[in-house]
């Protein structure tokens, strides 16, 4: 089961509203105990930021823009009742939100490329332009992910990041002039769990809904998957929410 992150149930205290069940998987974490609920359901991952509304017309679920088939994106939000969505990672940044008035949730997979193109911010978008949430509403929790310990990027991947979050100038001004700090072996260490709160503060999310994990998947390898620790791909753990 998944390791404690506040209480010994891979839980984070901001998520304990009763309307809510969420958890942050580990290594041994496949989807079991969710025999109340639908899911866990999944997209097929393209490290895009392409969001996916589920809603619950009343008879089932409804599929934004797609007929009956797999879905494909790197974000989910619903409004049903007992639908577990989940995210897939090892490595990349889990983000899960909630909304507690509205009733609303997301699950977002936020690799380099997502965070790039602010995914962690358009999932906050999503449940307010579709769902009619309030920003100042919302919780947020990011996950176990790579930490700037172990995420070391070549200028390329430093240079999308500067030039291509939206919101730069004002992220710049406030955390200084890199999202990540110089290495030892002269590339960049670059912190994506810490840019994926800026942004969710770029739209509107007071800072102390936002819990942060600050744990390194590739630190942990007992705990964790880790593409870049392992060089290659063993598996995913699994992350998600649903409403009850």
Known sequence: MPLSLDSGTGSFSLFKHPAQFHLFGDREFKGEGLEHGEGPITATQVHGDKI???????????????AQGELEGDGL????????????????V????????????????AGWRGSVLNIAAQGVTRMVS????????????????????CFEVGEDVLSAIEEKTPHKVDVIRKFGRKFGRKSETNR????????NRMQLISVG??????TVAGLCTSCLPERY?????????LGNMLSGIMLR
Do not use: M
């Open 52 to 66: 996916l509304c589920l809603r619950d017309d009343g008879h089932g679920l409804v599929q934004e823009g797609l």
């Open 77 to 92: 939000v619903t409004d049903r009742n007992a639908c577990f969505i989940a995210v897939a990672t090892a490595d990349c």
């Open 94 to 109: 889990p983000v899960l939100l909630f909304d507690p008035k509205r009733k609303i949730i997301a699950a977002l997979h």
């Open 130 to 149: 579709d769902f009619g949430s309030e920003a100042k509403d919302i919780l947020a929790g990011i996950g176990p992910s790579i930490g700037p310990c």
């Open 188 to 195: 960049w260490s670059c912190d994506l769990p810490k840019l």
């Open 205 to 210: 999310l007071p800072p102390e809904q936002i």
């Open 225 to 233: 998957y880790s593409f870049r620790r392992d060089k290659k791909k």
